[in-house]
């Protein structure tokens, strides 16, 4: 566990000096990628240290372990100083192409005095026409949902119409079924009252002509 350790301890110091090569070369690849890969392997000589640690009598354990954070403490501040120098990197890459396509564009005279335009490349052109594409696609779609959206509703107003007309078509025949019943029963009412009437005028008639007889 001890020489592990301490090769594990020089790699860390390596990988310093290294640190100190890439800043003076103002970025290499090779450098940064030899960086990386001792990083790697310190970090697989941690984790092989932690098995070891169990090996260690109890009374060298917590000392032993202590020594163990400390490099992985190590290891990781090296690891975060090697991606902050990547990003640090990767802006200036970035700031580097912004800048040199901004020199690279041309500027030509407008129609007016003081007015210029910046030639659009054909990448961005071609960008905006797909934008205004995918825009006109939208409002056909949203466009579409409308009138769907009205025919759905027309349809809804019609087959409530059609059930109104349909009740009341239900009803006028009910009341005239009603209606005929009605007259029905009054003709019958009718003859009803004329037949009484006949009746008792010929019973009026025979009870006089018994008396008076």
């Known amino acids: 566990m001890e020489s592990l350790y301490h090769q594990t301890n020089r790699m860390l110091q390596e990988i310093e000096q290294?640190?100190?090569?890439?800043?003076?070369?103002?970025?290499?690849?090779?450098?940064?990628?030899?960086?990386?890969?001792?990083?790697?392997?310190?970090?697989?000589?941690?984790?092989?240290?932690?098995v070891l640690l169990y090996k260690v009598p109890a009374s060298q354990?917590?000392?032993?372990k202590m020594r163990i954070d400390q490099l992985k403490y190590d290891v990781r501040h090296l690891q975060s100083s090697l991606q902050l120098y990547r990003e640090k990197q990767q802006r200036r890459f970035i700031e580097q192409t912004e800048r040199e396509q901004l020199?690279?564009?041309?500027?030509?005279?407008?129609?007016?005095?003081?007015?210029?335009?910046?030639?659009?490349d054909?990448?961005?052109q071609h960008h905006t026409q797909l934008s205004n594409a995918h825009q006109g696609v939208d409002e056909m779609i949203?466009?579409?949902g409308n009138?769907?959206?009205?025919l759905i509703n027309q349809r809804e107003t019609l087959k409530s119409a059609h059930q109104r007309i349909h009740a009341i078509?239900?009803?006028?025949g009910l009341s005239n079924h009603t209606m005929k019943l009605i007259e029905r029963r009054f003709v019958e009412d009718k003859y009803v009252m004329i037949g009484?009437?006949?009746?008792?005028?010929?019973?009026i008639v025979l009870v006089i002509y018994f008396v008076v007889c």
């Open 18 to 50: 290294s640190f100190q090569k890439l800043a003076q070369l103002s970025g290499s690849a090779n450098i940064e990628n030899e960086i990386q890969m001792k990083i790697t392997a310190v970090n697989s000589n941690c984790d092989r240290l932690d």
């Open 169 to 172: 078509g239900s009803t006028l």
């Open 196 to 203: 009484g009437m006949v009746v008792t005028l010929l019973i």
């Open 103 to 120: 020199l690279s564009h041309r500027f030509s005279a407008n129609t007016g005095p003081t007015e210029t335009c910046l030639d659009m």
């Open 122 to 124: 054909f990448s961005l």
């Open 147 to 150: 009138i769907l959206t009205s």
């Open 61 to 64: 354990r917590p000392s032993a």
């Open 142 to 144: 949203a466009s579409g």
